[in-house]
């Protein structure tokens, strides 16, 4: 059976200048990234801010172009952006952004806007496309009530459940979740956390969730992936990755975590900041900051091997450390 998402080798190029005169640069924002999501799986994606999180969210949804490379849907190609073709698989394939009030429309009200999308979509009669609303809203944790209420007027949990509500109005089978908890405070994380995982779990969803909150990916995600300058470093089922990561960036990143009996000198701090993206290093483009770097990754680009059981990672020692080994 076909993945409900496929990425094959996508590559997103952005063209930067420094002032008026600068020469022009390229920045490969994502280089090469190939995944699949299954039916009702969670992907969790992670890395640091500017590793091309969100540029590959995008991607995936058809909204950013591939220059290279494809996305396919149910082992269809993704059709061309803007035609009628992707207007009508944008249905099946939604997004949660990462700033609720900046994705709603502070003029409408919360009814009209969950509304919406059946109306473009012409989803259901017009008579019943309010009772569906109303469904929805009680779906997510939301009071009818609250049907008539403006975005300003609703605190940062019920935004983003606004939001949630509107993705699942046409009834999607895959959701993109862009940071869709960053913004609010822990507690609130939690709930919708939890509401998220529920409704996965109810509808059979396959999911996207973008993240740097290590946390919140390891209760939540089936798989993980995680990206360094636009690549994906390592990729395999989440309990392995946090267990026993084999990617000296990824054990950085889980060694960030706090977990209880683990001592505090295991803990890897990485050092300095992520290269320009735009003046990527050679070689292995982590191996400035690499607590296990040598000469060979100073010169060559390290192929993506198995690592593992369904575990596969882009660096020369993969399978030869452990975080166990730090601890």
């Not at 995680?226 to 060694?255: C, K, N, W």
């Amino acid at each position: 059976m076909s993945p409900l998402l496929e990425a094959r080798d996508l590559v997103r190029i952005y063209q930067t200048r420094r002032g008026l005169l600068g020469r022009p640069s390229n920045v490969r924002a994502v280089d090469g990234v190939s995944l699949k999501v299954r039916r009702g799986e969670t992907l969790g994606v992670v890395g640091e801010s500017g590793s091309g999180k969100s540029s590959l969210g995008r991607m995936l949804l058809g909204i950013d172009t591939a220059q290279g490379g494809a996305v396919y849907t149910n082992g269809k190609a993704m059709p061309v952006f803007g035609s009628p073709e992707w207007r009508s698989l944008r249905a099946r394939i939604q997004m949660i952004y990462q700033d609720p009030l900046a994705a709603l429309d502070r003029r409408i009200s919360v009814a009209e806007q969950l509304r919406e999308p059946l109306d473009i979509h012409r989803i259901d009669g017009s008579e019943s496309r309010m009772a569906r609303v109303h469904e929805v809203m009680l779906s997510v944790g939301l009071r009818l009530d609250q049907a008539d209420k403006f975005p300003h007027e609703l605190s940062g949990g019920q935004r983003q459940r606004v939001v949630i509500a509107r993705a699942l109005m046409t009834e999607p089978e895959l959701l993109v979740c862009d940071e869709p908890v960053s913004a609010l405070d822990v507690s609130i994380q939690a709930q919708v956390v939890n509401l998220l995982a529920d409704l996965q779990h109810d509808r059979g969803l396959g999911m996207v969730f973008i993240s740097h909150d290590l946390k919140v990916v390891r209760n939540l995600c089936d798989r993980v992936a995680v990206m360094y300058l636009g690549r994906i470093v390592e990729e395999g089922p989440a309990d392995t990755i946090f267990s026993d990561p084999q990617h000296p960036y990824t054990q950085a990143l889980v060694s960030s975590v706090p977990q209880p009996g683990r001592a505090l000198k295991s803990r890897i701090i990485l050092q300095g900041e992520p290269p320009n993206p735009g003046n990527r290093p050679p070689g292995c483009a982590f191996h400035p900051r690499c607590h296990k770097a040598e000469d060979i990754c100073r010169h060559t680009v390290p192929e993506t091997r198995s690592a593992g059981v369904e575990c596969r990672a882009a660096c020369h020692f993969a399978g030869h450390a452990s975080l166990r080994e730090l601890a």
